[in-house]
């Protein structure tokens, strides 16, 4: 079973950076497709919006057009964890962010993957 933990969420003014991470379980996080989604305000979890993945060697990371340019998703297969800085925050920014994690599958729909963190909020006020 593999748990994810996500952390650095917060309140921060437009324009403004955080970085998220997210911490996993097991000896095998190194062969895992690491991605994160969020979930708007007001959205049903169906709805979990995909920001951004990255494969096992961190080669060729995939970005939301929404945020490409503005984030950027990393690993350090070291410390387990993936990170997601986020510069240039805007208001419709804010959201519940999750991690999540798949053996094989490199794509944009979170039905593809099968095991998620719990989410970390990231508000940005205008």
């Known amino acids: 079973q593999v748990q994810l933990v996500e952390s650095g969420g917060g309140l921060v003014q437009a324009g403004g950076s955080l970085r998220l991470s997210c911490t996993t379980s097991?000896?095998?996080?190194?062969?895992?497709?690491m991605a994160w989604f969020r979930q708007a305000p007001g959205k049903e979890r169906e709805e979990r919006e995909f920001?951004?993945?990255?494969?096992?060697?961190?080669?060729?990371?995939n970005y939301a057009d929404s945020v490409k340019g503005r984030f950027t998703i990393s690993r350090d297969n070291a410390k387990n964890t993936v990170y997601l800085q986020m510069n240039s925050l805007k208001p419709e920014d804010t959201a519940v962010y999750s991690c999540?994690?798949?053996?094989?599958?490199?794509?944009?729909?979170?039905?593809?993957?099968?095991?998620w963190g719990q989410g970390t909020q990231v508000t940005v006020s205008s």
């Open positions: 920001v951004a993945a990255i494969s096992w060697s961190g080669a060729s990371p």
């Open positions: 999540a994690a798949a053996g094989t599958y490199y794509g944009n729909t979170p039905s593809g993957y099968p095991y």
């Open positions: 097991g000896r095998t996080f190194s062969r895992y497709v």
